[in-house]
């Protein structure tokens, strides 16, 4: 398997659960489970760490897309982009939640408040995510662009005198 392979396969799992964990932890936050608290900053401790391999593949899948004619690269580096911040954002979302549970290891729960703080995070998370994912997708994926495909004028009729 090489970069691209790897990245394709590995991308998934922080887009996802990052979106898994927000409905989580606003379940929690409604619901009053306060055990899950833990769970959930757990969780984020683990998709932060999971992404790095997804970071460091991409950029080696860069580096590979860049030989193939067909793609934009204009695309790549577009995505690229939103990934570094969406990278740096589940780094910081994940160095709060290791915080969090530190600061609660000798309490019997984490507070509320700190919970709401980590779903605002994570809500903001979510979308750097799926703006990341979705213009990475964009990259092979021409008919999630938008616009309309490209057609080739018809030939010019000639008109009738």
């Avoid at 790897?6 to 799992?13: F, S, T």
């Avoid at 934009?72 to 982009?81: M, Q, S, W």
């Avoid at 570094?84 to 507070?111: C, D, E, N, P, Q």
């Avoid at 979308?127 to 979705?134: E, Q, S, V």
């Amino acid at each position: 398997m090489n970069a691209p392979h790897w990245h394709l396969a590995l991308n998934h799992l922080p887009v996802v659960g990052v979106f898994l964990v927000l409905a989580l932890l606003a379940y929690a936050l409604v619901c009053g489970r306060g055990e899950l608290y833990g769970v959930c900053l757990g969780a984020l401790v683990f998709l932060a760490l999971a992404t790095v391999p997804v970071f460091f593949t991409g950029r080696g899948a860069d580096d590979a897309m860049m030989d193939i004619a067909e793609v934009d690269d204009k695309l790549v580096h577009i995505h690229e982009a939103a990934a570094t911040v969406a990278f740096i954002g589940i780094g910081a979302l994940g160095a709060v939640a290791v915080v969090v549970l530190w600061m609660g290891r000798k309490l019997s729960h984490i507070s509320r408040g700190a919970a709401a703080l980590v779903l605002v995070l994570t809500l903001v998370e979510s979308f750097l995510m799926a703006r990341a994912a979705n213009l990475g997708g964009n990259i092979r994926h021409p008919e999630i662009r938008g616009g309309q495909p490209k057609t080739e004028e018809p030939a010019a009729k000639a008109e009738p005198k």
